[in-house]
């Protein structure tokens, strides 16, 4: 999803909502992308997309780019149309295992208008909001870039016209008993976390990190949730090894070193180099005392030889083990 800058509506007309239509189908067909779902609301919109050559951003670049410098000339405005960068959540496919992660993202985009009392209920049928891919689930044709089997079958409904019809009544319930709105529980896990899946899709989701190089882009193109949860696979991975290296238990770190101990510091500060995981986990992991000492303790050792010396020699046998 991307939403306009401040907040500013980025449809202001029909032609706005087709342009960006028109973009989307001509990325979806140089880019192979499969959309699910979508709704274009007043300042927002959002796609439930698929993109099997893993090219979301070279296509959203195109997409993002080159409605914005249409809607900039026909408005005669400049600078920026989108806020930021657009905000995208790997989505679990596999219906076997986590159709609700799917089902709940198809309902949430096709029911923003009814939340945003556009449609739906008192407002009339949810399937009159022009700008959303529903009114294609109630036909017998879709562009051909709109792919409804999924959906359905997240739904463990028939791929025809009946189970079409099914889905849509299911949504015009929702519109108008519940406004719109969703479970607390699917609420939740849309807004807490940077994937819908379980903890499987997950790893997978970290292992593809891996080998696409992560350590060096930490700044790029990767979200501040995936790295801290990269961090933390990594950190406990750091501290296992460490702990080995220097002969220690677990026991030790907990109870028998000083929060200060020049060992907790050398650990703490390649924690702090190679990974996103914030001072309060390695508080937590090290016993440090309390987090506001990690960055003070850290600045201390860098002065301190014994520290410097263990930090290169953790760092060689981190070197040795990659």
């Keep these: 999803m991307a939403r306009g800058d401040g907040g500013k509506f980025i449809f202001l007309d029909d032609a706005n909502r087709l342009l960006f239509l028109k973009w989307l189908s001509d990325v979806c067909e140089s880019h192979g992308w499969k959309v699910h779902a979508w709704v274009l609301m007043g300042n927002h919109f959002h796609l439930l997309l698929e993109t099997p050559e893993a090219n979301l951003a070279s296509g959203m670049k195109l997409l993002l780019g080159a409605f914005a410098q249409a ?3 026909k408005h005669q405005r400049r600078g920026h149309v989108f806020q930021g960068r657009y905000k995208a959540i790997p989505v679990s496919g596999e219906l076997a295992s986590d159709g609700a992660q799917f089902r709940v993202v198809a309902d949430y985009i096709h029911l923003n208008p009814a939340r945003a009392k556009l449609a739906g209920g008192p407002h009339g049928p949810l399937i009159d909001y022009p700008w959303s891919s529903l009114k294609h689930y109630s036909r017998n044709r879709s562009p051909d870039w709109l792919v409804r089997d999924r959906v359905l079958a997240a739904f463990e409904l028939a791929k025809n016209g009946r189970g079409r019809r099914a889905y849509v009544k299911y949504l015009e319930e929702r519109a108008s008993n519940h406004r ?29 990190a891996d080998t696409q190089g ?11 949730e995936i790295l801290r949860s990269h961090g933390i696979t990594e950190a406990k991975k ?27 510091v050398a650990i703490a500060t390649l924690l702090k180099s190679k990974t996103e995981v914030t001072n309060q986990w390695i508080t937590q992991q090290l016993k440090m005392g309390h987090e506001n000492s990690v960055n003070r303790l850290i600045r201390k050792g860098k002065d301190d030889s014994e520290t410097k010396k263990l930090v290169r020699r953790l760092n060689k046998m981190f070197k040795r083990v990659d």
Excluded at 184 to 208: K, V
């Design 71 to 73: 809607w900039n000339r």
């Design 180 to 208: 719109g709105t969703l479970s607390p529980e699917a609420m939740s896990a849309l807004r807490r976390g940077w994937y819908l899946g379980d903890e499987s899709f997950r790893d997978r989701l970290l292992a593809i």
């Design 214 to 224: 992560l350590k060096t882009r930490k700044r790029t193109s990767l979200t501040p």
């Design 238 to 264: 750091i501290i296992q090894k460490s702990f080995e290296e220097l002969e220690l238990t677990l026991d030790d770190k907990q109870e028998s070193l000083r929060k200060g101990d020049y060992r907790k």
